[in-house]
């Protein structure tokens, strides 16, 4: 199998719409610490959880 070079991978996220993001909004906060769904992601709990905490990591509530 041929390896991929990062331009070809970056291309491929741009135009995947499966890639699930939140917008980092005091909304979306007020989701997280309410413990919400998150049904549009169409994660099961345990993909949900870990996605919630890695982009936790990355978006800084201080930012808001």
């Given at each position: ?21 939140l917008e980092n909004t005091k909304e979306t906060w007020e ?34």
């Amino acid at each position: 199998m041929r390896t991929r070079t990062i331009n070809e991978l970056l291309g491929n996220l741009q135009g995947n719409k499966d890639v699930k993001t939140l917008e980092n909004t005091k909304e979306t906060w007020e989701r997280i610490a309410n413990r919400d769904d998150f049904t549009e992601l169409g994660m099961s709990l345990e993909e949900k959880e870990e996605f919630i905490k890695e982009w936790s990591k990355k978006n800084e509530y201080a930012n808001i």
